[in-house]
């Protein structure tokens, strides 16, 4: 299921960043990968993304990001 989110930081060199979900305000982490597959090579700091959270051991991770109003 696609949310939306706020970008609250990404480093670039790591690929490792959070996003705040839209709506629930939970903390979702980016991690070297997540933008794979997506127009994305880089996101700023309060950007807002539309991505799929995936869980995995206990830890939810941002997949599949994209931008517009996909789903909504």
């Known amino acids: 299921m696609a949310v939306q989110g706020v970008v609250q930081t990404y480093d670039p060199v790591t690929g490792v960043g959070v996003v705040v979900r839209d709506d629930d305000r939970s903390l979702v982490l980016l991690r070297p990968g997540s933008l794979e597959g997506s127009i994305f090579r880089t996101l700023r700091q309060g950007q ?25």
């Open 48 to 72: 807002r993304i539309i991505f799929d959270p995936v869980e995995e051991d206990g830890t939810v991770y941002v997949s599949k990001v994209r931008v517009g109003q996909d789903t909504y």
